[in-house]
């Protein structure tokens, strides 16, 4: 296909008399139409403030993958503080450190858990951290 020069389009403006015809159909309306329109525009205001605030609160709480990601990290937390724990008290050298941090790890994943099960083994991860706190203690204060 071959295009040449310009076309015989006439000019975007629109005639005199056109303008004219637009100019003198012009009106505001009534006074009442200018006072519905402004609590319309604060309504749609309002509502995308809303969901505004909506997505970001979903994305503070995050999917089920997001809740399960964190509490695989938080437990491989634990069971590391806890591997480390373990090797020390085999060697006769564990670290009152260690056993703060896995003290702190065990509050942390506490606060998120919602079963009953888990909260039992907290419990005695916490209680045994606690007894071998003491142990150190005690030793410390015979030397």
């Known amino acids: 296909m071959k295009v040449n020069g310009s076309s015989d389009v006439g000019s975007a403006s629109p005639s005199r008399s056109a303008r004219r015809a637009s100019a003198d159909s012009f009106s505001l309306g009534p006074a009442d ?13 309002t509502s995308g403030i809303a969901s505004l605030d909506a997505l970001l609160a979903l994305q503070d709480v995050g999917g089920p993958l997001e809740r ?20 020390a008290l085999l060697d006769g050298e564990v670290s009152p450190d260690a056993l703060r941090r896995l003290t702190a790890a065990v509050r942390d994943q506490r606060e998120n858990t919602e079963d009953s099960r888990l909260e039992s083994v907290l419990d005695e991860i916490e209680a045994r951290a606690a007894v071998e706190m003491a142990k150190l203690e005690a030793a410390r204060a015979a030397v």
């Open 33 to 45: 139409s200018a006072q519905e329109a402004a609590p319309a525009a604060r309504a749609g205001a």
């Open 68 to 87: 399960r990601r964190r509490a695989v990290s938080r437990a491989g937390r634990i069971l590391d503080v806890l591997d480390e724990v373990k090797v």
